[in-house]
């Protein structure tokens, strides 16, 4: 990110603050659910910005994919209610004109769509000629060029804000982690990409909450900026990854729990 840049919206200066802390539902599942959440966040006054997938990539068919575009008035009203901007995952070209039609401040691209250069092109072309910011997860596979040529391809088509999210790379077989964490390939992002703010998102990599305040930490100590984590009004009873969910008063919790390095939350 270039800061000597003059940007035009709040949310475009919010992804360079640090550290950044973003956090909602995994997914949005009803107009009530997501307000409810949403508000609760806001009054917690620890959050910058607000996350909830209507487009959800899941690994197998018959589960809920996700509410789609009807979700995004819901995260308008979440904006106008909280006064805090609103972030949704990106999948297609149509997924940002859809976003865009519905001013939404901050888009990601999911891991599932990083691994795929012509979809993220596809996205990228998509976003030619418009000012919002992206983050880019890392792929789910653990290829440092796949992530970085995302990046490029972004930034090809003009995307002058793009963030990076880290959240962990697939495995075989039970392991400790949903999503490995593999630090390293974070930290070499940055090396290559120093300007670019990265962030972490320990609820992917954790898959359960009892283990997002030390991936937290850890990601703080490596000096990342910011934090992305799920939040429900009531995560066992969420419609997609429930088991890593906090609710808002939890994530205060372990919010208190966090040393930052250089400021406080
Ligand atoms: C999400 O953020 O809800 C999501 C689907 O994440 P990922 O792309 O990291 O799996
Ligand atoms: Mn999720």
């Not at 789609?68 to 009203?77: A, R, S, V």
């Not at 890392?138 to 391809?153: K, Q």
């Not at 934090?227 to 008063?249: F, G, I």
Request: net charge negative.
């Amino acid at each position: 990110m270039d800061h000597t840049q003059t940007t035009t919206t709040s949310a475009a200066e919010l992804t360079s603050k640090k550290p950044l802390l973003i956090s909602g539902p995994c997914s949005a599942e009803t107009e009530e659910q997501l307000l409810d959440t949403c508000n609760q966040l806001a009054q917690t006054g620890r959050v910058d910005m607000l996350r909830a997938g209507i487009w959800k990539p899941r690994t197998k068919p018959g589960g809920f994919e996700g509410i789609g575009t009807k979700g995004l008035p819901w995260l308008q009203k979440a904006r106008e209610q909280t006064g805090l901007p609103v972030m949704v995952e990106v999948a297609t070209p149509k997924h940002v004109e859809d976003s865009l039609a519905f001013e939404m401040d901050v888009l990601w691209i999911g891991a599932r769509t990083t691994v795929n250069p012509f979809s993220v092109q596809a996205v990228a072309d998509a976003l030619r000629g418009t000012d919002v910011p992206v983050f880019i997860k890392n792929p789910i596979n653990p290829d440092v060029e796949l992530w970085a040529g995302a990046v490029e391809r972004l930034a090809k088509a003009g995307v002058k804000q793009i963030g990076l999210i880290h959240r962990g790379f697939s495995s075989y077989g039970n392991t400790e982690y949903r999503n490995a964490p593999l630090w390293q390939l974070p930290i070499e992002m940055k090396r290559r990409m120093p300007e670019l703010p990265l962030i972490c998102d320990p609820s992917h990599i954790c898959g359960r909450r009892d283990l997002l305040a030390d991936v937290a930490q850890k990601a703080i100590d490596l000096d990342f900026d910011g934090l992305m984590l799920e939040s429900h009004r009531d995560p066992d009873q969420a419609w997609s990854d429930a088991a890593q969910q906090v609710t808002p008063t939890n994530l205060v919790a372990l919010l208190d729990h966090l040393i930052w390095r250089h400021e406080t939350t």
